[in-house]
């Protein structure tokens, strides 16, 4: 069983900033990528910023120099730090990780799992 539980999000004026945390748990070998991704009401869940195991990140365009993904390995935990918050960030924010583990067979996978999604909202 494997697991992630996100925090952090909330309600913050625009020009504001919050840090999203997203913790991976349960019984698994390896992570690989890690990401953030965002949904709005009536649009298509995007990418905003991901992180590889060796650290090589990239990010959506809306969003370059302003947010900052960063991984803590000893943690299993990816965080993103979001500042000079608009309106048009508000979303529900969703943690992505490529997790491998073995199977009771004994062969190793690795799949993709998803938090639970973190609300944020981005208002006056």
């Known amino acids: 069983q494997v697991e992630l539980v996100e925090s952090g999000g909330g309600l913050v004026q625009p020009g504001g900033s919050l840090r999203l945390s997203c913790a991976a748990s349960?019984?698994?070998?390896?992570?690989?990528?890690m990401g953030w991704y965002r949904q709005a009401p009536g649009n298509q869940r995007e990418l905003v910023a991901s992180?590889?195991?060796?650290?090589?990140?990239q990010y959506a365009d809306s969003v370059k120099g302003r947010f900052t993904i960063s991984r803590d390995h000893s943690k299993n935990t990816v965080y993103l730090q979001m500042n000079s918050l608009k309106p048009e960030d508000t979303a529900v924010y969703y943690c992505h990780a490529e997790i491998g583990r073995y199977r009771p067979s004994g062969t190793y996978v690795r799949t993709g799992y998803w938090g639970q999604g973190t609300q944020v909202t981005v208002s006056s």
């Open positions: 992180i590889s195991n060796s650290g090589a990140t």
């Open positions: 349960g019984s698994f070998v390896s992570i690989s990528d």
